[in-house]
């Protein structure tokens, strides 16, 4: 059997970190969905997801212990690393920092940085790792993009750059405009669907004012 071994130039190790209950299981279910790497999107509260492994994850819905796993996209092998959310296993997530490139802040767009947020974010200065920060949620009823780009200004003392804006909110959620290459993403109705693909548009014309601001200041 041969076996192809991935240049190091294409290797990413890649952490989901965030406070409990932000909806990071649930995210990188997505991404191991999307990329190929499973054929079914699993639920937390279902207890089936890919990362949630261990008989108490399933029962309790929580990540407990940091879980790893691979998936394949453009030529890259991307190690992904599920981080827990709770306070409780805080070393767990110092653990995983360790080795990571970069990491993923998953914000929930309702609570902004919470407590949690903070404390791996401290121990992500530590180990000098880069971070993306994805605001969740945008859909659900109070959910603030700017709100929560403030909180990361406040709380985390960061300085985000936006490269998307939500178009809409709670139940006008339908996409994003992408900041970098000048469209929309937009998502059907049945945003559950994520088998569905989403479909590029230009920029809505009374979204326009809020991309030109947004590009200038990124």
């Known amino acids: 059997m041969t076996t192809v ?36 999107v699993g639920g937390v509260d279902q207890g089936t997801t890919a990362m949630d492994w261990m ?16 998936a394949y996209w453009r030529d890259h092998q991307v190690n992904i690393i599920d981080t827990p959310g709770h306070v409780d296993f805080t070393a767990e997530v110092e653990r995983s920092l360790r080795v990571l490139d970069g990491g993923i802040v998953v914000l929930d767009a309702v609570a902004g940085v919470q407590p949690q947020s903070e404390t791996v974010w401290r121990q992500a200065d530590t180990y000098n790792v880069p971070r ?38 709670e139940d006008t959620f339908r996409g994003v405009v992408d900041l970098i290459e000048g469209q929309a993403i937009m998502y059907s109705d049945g945003r559950d669907d994520i088998a569905e693909p989403p479909e590029i548009v230009p920029v809505p014309a009374e979204y326009e004012k809020s991309y030109q601001d947004y590009r200038q200041e990124m």
Not at 8 to 30: Q, V, W, Y
């Open 55 to 70: 008989p108490q994850e399933k029962e309790r819905g929580i990540t407990i212990t940091a879980a790893a796993t691979t």
């Open 132 to 169: 993306i920060c994805f605001v969740n949620k945008m859909d659900r009823v109070g959910a603030s993009y700017e709100r929560t780009i403030e909180s990361v200004r406040r709380r985390l003392k960061g300085n985000p750059v936006a490269v998307q804006v939500p178009i809409g909110s």
């Open 5 to 40: 071994q991935t240049p190091a130039k294409n290797l990413r190790n890649i952490g989901f970190i965030a406070h409990i209950d932000a909806g990071k299981t649930t995210l990188t279910e997505r991404v191991l969905y999307l990329t190929g790497r499973i054929r079914k």
